[in-house]
């Protein structure tokens, strides 16, 4: 389904109003390892001004924070930016500021930071080409880009059932992209990668479903799906009963870091 720019981020808006709070509180989200090691791959200097694109209730950017000068969170919807400010008193963090802005149109200065980075927002933007070169755009010459998302099979009828046991969750999920087609926006981007890793995060099916108030009905047609998905490896999504029998499976991420050329230099 094609929706118009505005159509979808009035979607973003209305599901990550209704998310804000059980997506701030969830202990993964809220983890600061793995917070930790997004930064530790990025591998910011003390001077590093940072902006974290689509920052939710801000816990990268806040991580971030105590390792450099300087962080901006940006993001479209309020709710989460107003868990971020709070957040950010409740640490007594200084160096941050949340700000409303679209990743699709930064309101940034060309070249003004030495950090960009996003975290589990790709799979939400209609654009993520667009986006990506919104991040090059608002990064100096020679800085650095860190996305981190769940990604997909790179056979495209798994990434597609896939995608959509995870867009009828969440009807703001547009697509999850493969390790392949990541690393071909970096190279569309002209970046140069530096540092790919691997993350997991198990999801218990339920707890799952109930962060996104599913109604009851499509929580019905997704566990479906996602034993049919188990039973005959569709999507090759990693799922299984764990010991106290709840269905999970396992959101497969990377974080791909790459730098974008310095001023002046060409290819010989
Ligand atoms: C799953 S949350 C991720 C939050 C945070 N990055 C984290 O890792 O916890 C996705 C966030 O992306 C934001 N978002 C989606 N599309 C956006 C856009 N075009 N511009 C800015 N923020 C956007 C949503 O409002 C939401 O807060």
């Known amino acids: 389904m ?14 990550f109003t209704k998310q804000a709070t059980a997506y701030a509180a969830n202990p993964t989200i809220i983890d600061s ?46 709710a989460p930016l107003g868990i971020a400010r709070k957040n950010q008193a409740e640490r007594g963090v200084k160096n941050v500021s949340f700000e409303s802005a679209d990743a699709r149109q930064l309101p940034l200065k060309d070249g003004s930071f030495d950090i960009v980075v996003c975290r589990l927002a790709l799979h939400h933007f209609d654009s993520p080409q667009q986006v990506l070169s919104e991040m090059v755009r608002v990064c100096r010459p020679g800085g650095k880009i860190a996305v981190q998302d769940m990604i997909a099979s790179e056979q495209a009828d798994r990434a597609d059932y896939y995608n959509h046991w995870e867009r ?21 981007a002209q970046l140069e990668i530096e540092n790919l890793r691997w993350e997991q995060r198990v999801q ?23 034993q049919q998905d188990a039973a005959q490896e ?35």
């Open 2 to 15: 094609t929706r118009s720019p505005i159509e979808h981020a009035k979607l973003i808006q209305r599901e």
């Open 33 to 78: 390892d793995w917070a930790g090691r997004l930064v530790q791959a990025v591998q910011p200097t003390p001077d590093s001004r940072v902006l974290d694109i689509a920052t939710g209730p801000g816990y990268v950017a806040l991580a971030f924070a105590t390792m450099v000068r300087e962080v901006v969170g940006v993001d479209l919807t309020d």
């Open 168 to 188: 009828l969750r969440d009807a703001s999920h547009t697509k999850a992209l493969s390790v392949g087609q990541l690393v071909a926006l970096y190279g569309e």
């Open 204 to 226: 218990d099916v339920e707890l799952w479903m109930r962060n996104t108030e599913t109604p009851y009905d499509t929580a019905r047609r997704i566990r479906h799906l996602i």
């Open 234 to 268: 569709i999507s090759g999504t990693p799922i299984f009963h764990d010991d106290e029998g709840r269905l999970c499976f396992i959101h497969r991420m990377v974080t791909v870091v790459g730098r974008r050329k310095a001023a002046g230099s060409s290819v010989r």
